[in-house]
């Protein structure tokens, strides 16, 4: 199970425009549209952890001989999305946001953008394997459902607290203080992939 907190918690963190766009809806919105935004989000990412972590399972259950060419992958993808990390702008404001929809419309909205993201599905597979989820447990059926918890337990994890944290103190906190605490984001999120990337190499050679 923490192999699936693990990679939750990691999926939902790298998803840094979202919380920035939960900090924004905070600052100008209300709570209702907060936490629209922030279910959304936190359903989509669990949605892609729920199709990843099946599909991985039978991967590495089947197809044993591409198994360092999977974590050879897998390393690809996150040190393509550390890079991008690395690349994106900083956060410059929080208020620049124009009348927003209701609280259904930014749900949907938010919804459909986080489960488009072509990248969000191999990024999945790849914080798994980097995890050793399929390592540290043999892959059958019979732990995909505790993974599938873990996996849930982790990504309420990360959007619960900064749907609570934009709910109640988006509006009390002076904006510098926020942008700078986002903007640490970033950085983190780069050197993290970069980490993940090199583990889920070596655990496949």
Same mark, same amino acid.
């Given at each position: 199970?923490?192999?699936?907190?693990?990679?939750? $918690?990691?999926?939902?963190?790298?998803?840094?425009?979202?919380?920035?766009?939960?900090?924004?809806?905070?600052?100008?919105?209300?709570?209702?549209?907060?936490?629209?935004?922030?279910?959304?989000?936190?359903?989509?990412?669990?949605?892609?952890?729920?199709?990843?972590?099946?599909?991985?399972?039978?991967? /590495?259950?089947?197809?044993?001989?591409?198994?360092?060419?999977?974590?050879? $992958?897998?390393?690809?993808?996150?040190?393509?999305?550390?890079?991008?990390? $690395?690349?994106?702008?900083?956060?410059?404001?929080?208020?620049?946001?124009?009348?927003?929809?209701?609280?259904?419309?930014l749900?949907?909205?938010?919804?459909?953008?986080?489960?488009?993201?072509?990248?969000r599905?191999?990024?999945?597979?790849?914080?798994?394997?980097?995890?050793?989820?399929?390592?540290?447990?043999?892959?059958?059926?019979?732990?995909?459902?505790?993974?599938?918890?873990?996996a849930?337990?982790?990504?309420?994890?990360?959007?619960?607290? $900064?749907?609570?944290l934009?709910?109640?103190?988006?509006?009390?906190?002076?904006?510098?203080?926020?942008?700078?605490?986002?903007?640490?984001?970033?950085?983190?999120?780069? /050197?993290?992939?970069?980490?993940?990337?090199?583990?889920?190499?070596?655990?496949?050679?």
């Open positions: 199970m923490i192999e699936g907190i693990t990679a939750g $918690f990691i999926l939902s963190l790298t998803l840094f425009p979202g919380t920035v766009w939960l900090a924004k809806v905070g600052v100008v919105g209300t709570k209702r549209q907060v936490l629209a935004v922030g279910l959304a989000f936190g359903l989509s990412q669990f949605l892609w952890l729920l199709v990843a972590i099946p599909g991985l399972m039978m991967m /590495c259950a089947h197809l044993t001989l591409i198994r360092t060419g999977m974590h050879l $992958f897998a390393g690809f993808v996150l040190m393509y999305m550390g890079l991008k990390f $690395f690349r994106a702008k900083r956060v410059v404001a929080l208020d620049d946001v124009d009348d927003l929809p209701s609280a259904w419309g749900f949907r909205l938010a919804f459909n953008q986080a489960l488009a993201m072509p990248m599905l191999p990024a999945a597979m790849a914080i798994l394997l980097a995890t050793g989820v399929y390592i540290n447990h043999e892959p059958s059926w019979a732990i995909v459902p505790s993974i599938i918890i873990g849930l337990i982790g990504t309420a994890w990360w959007w619960g607290q $900064f749907t609570l934009s709910m109640f103190f988006a509006k009390r906190v002076p904006q510098s203080i926020t942008i700078k605490s986002l903007n640490k984001i970033r950085p983190f999120c780069a /050197c993290l992939n970069g980490f993940l990337a090199l583990i889920a190499v070596l655990l496949g050679v």
